[in-house]
């Protein structure tokens, strides 16, 4: 399914704002391939470390920070995450 670029914008700006724990630093929209698509990169991080540096870059505590956390080997946080953010599971 295409998406126009108003959505492809919002998506960036709800990923970019909504999750406190993940900072964007470079998005690029492909509107020239057949499926137009939007490329998100991110760096997860975490605060509070009680040893060693007090910001660590770690996805599963930056996802575990928001509420997602792991249960079977399919519902781990990044697809509890993927799943929340698209109302999709991951494919």
Avoid: Y
Avoid at 16 to 32: C, G, I, T
Avoid at 35 to 43: A, E, G, K, R, S
Avoid at 46 to 69: D, I, N, P
């Amino acid at each position: 399914m295409a998406r126009n670029d108003r959505s492809f914008s919002s998506e960036f700006a709800r990923m970019a704002f909504m999750d406190p724990n993940l900072r964007v630093f470079s998005a690029h929209m492909h509107l020239d391939e057949a499926t137009p698509h939007l490329h998100i990169d991110f760096v997860p991080f975490t605060t509070g470390s009680k040893r060693g540096l007090e910001t660590r870059v770690s996805l599963k505590k930056a996802l575990a920070a928001m509420g997602f956390t792991g249960g079977t080997r399919s519902e781990t946080e990044w697809n509890q995450w993927v799943t929340d953010r698209t109302g999709c599971p991951e494919i």
